[in-house]
Nanobody, 125 residues
Framework: QVQLVESGGGLVQAGGSLRLSCAAS????????MGWFRQAPGKEREFVAA???????SYTGSVKDRFTISRDNGKNTVYLQMNGLIPEDTAVYYC???????????????????WGQGTQVTVSS
């Protein structure tokens, strides 16, 4: 059983930056693809970014060139660096882990096996 704990959320002005972290325990971190999802009030949880076991990355179009996902297998941690934040980025951000192929970056919620509790990101205009 893998446990995931997110941190780094908060309140930031538009144009600012935040770095989210997700610490994993209870499993072999390097054997999982890792993803970030977000859920805004009244909306479905949506894919943001994923990093494969190989390090290959994938992003949803609205965050490409602003967000960067990375992983540190030595620290069992995945990061989401968010730059150029806009109010539309306001949401609860969730970290997730997926059993998947070496270079696979899952984009669907059902592809993921473990989820964190989420961290709130609020961007003011």
């Amino acid at each position: 059983q893998v446990q995931l704990v997110e941190s780094g959320g908060g309140l930031v002005q538009a144009g600012g930056s935040l770095r989210l972290s997700c610490a994993a325990s209870g499993g072999t971190f390097s054997s999982y693809a890792m993803g970030w999802f977000r859920q805004a009030p009244g909306k479905e949880r949506e894919f943001v970014a994923a990093v494969a076991r190989s390090g290959y990355t994938s992003y949803t179009g609205s965050v490409k060139d602003r967000f960067t996902i990375s992983r540190d297998n030595g620290k069992n941690t995945v990061y989401l660096q968010m730059n150029g934040l806009i109010p539309e980025d306001t949401a609860v951000y969730y970290c997730a882990a997926a059993n998947s192929g070496y270079s696979t970056t899952p984009r669907l919620r059902d592809d993921y096996d473990y989820w964190g509790q989420g961290t709130q990101v609020t961007v003011s205009s």
